[in-house]
């Protein structure tokens, strides 16, 4: 089948379940996320805002960050999530345990079309007590992401999201920014999601699409 440019406008992912997580990692996911005090990515909120959006200068920070590549929006963030909480647990050559932060962010970098595959990169911000020296990642297939300053149109929204929410609001903030007459970036974009899967009432997800730069 060819395949064709996309765009946001064009997103295909198909909505699928998570699937079984192990109950020893939903446990303590569940115990950090209902805490208060998770620590959050540094930005900076511009004074002018948009009316259904915010816009947000994010500082160069470090992230620990693993990509998938597929078709499947949450299969790839089963999976990196699962390698990521592994090396926040201890799977480094430091051997230490990191805190949980927020978000889990997920930077999409759409395929050329329906038959082509994405890729997904998962990342968790790195707390400020290791940005300086971030312990080294064990398994091969996790890195440390060295994630320079970028500002970002914001879209917050609640409840329990999926592959099919996720488009919607994209598609919601896309057509925001047209009516605005905003300059950004068609991809990637990101999805961040901020709480627990046992959090049930006033939870927060959002996505991000990029400001383009000046010419």
Same mark, same amino acid.
């Given at each position: ?44 909120? %511009? ?80 707390? %400020? ?11 091969? %297939? ?25 488009? %919607? ?47």
């Amino acid at each position: 089948m060819h395949c064709s440019e996309l765009s946001l406008s064009l997103l295909y992912f198909k909505k699928k379940a998570l699937g079984t997580v192990r109950p020893a990692m939903l446990k303590a996911v569940g115990q950090a996320l209902f805490s208060s005090g998770l620590q959050n990515p540094p930005f900076t909120p %511009e004074e002018k805002q948009g009316q259904d959006y915010e816009i947000r200068t994010y500082h160069a920070t470090k992230w620990v960050s693993t990509t998938r590549s597929g078709m499947q929006w949450d299969e790839a963030m089963k999976s990196g999530f699962g390698r990521l909480f592994n090396y926040i647990q201890g799977n480094n050559h430091n051997k230490v345990k990191v805190e949980m932060t927020a978000p889990v962010s997920c930077r999409v970098d759409p395929g050329a079309g329906p038959a082509c595959e994405s890729q997904f990169t998962v990342s968790f911000y790195i707390p %400020e007590e290791h940005q300086a020296n971030p312990p080294e990642p064990k398994d091969p %297939e996790v890195f440390v992401e060295h994630r320079k300053e970028f500002t970002a149109y914001v879209r917050t929204y609640g409840g329990f999201s999926s592959e099919k929410i996720k488009r %919607e609001e994209l598609l919601k903030l896309v057509e925001s920014l047209q009516r605005d007459g905003v300059q950004f970036v068609d991809k990637p974009f990101y999805t961040a999601g901020y709480d627990s899967p046992f959090k049930l009432t006033n939870r927060r997800n959002e996505v991000w699409i990029l400001k383009k730069a000046p010419e």
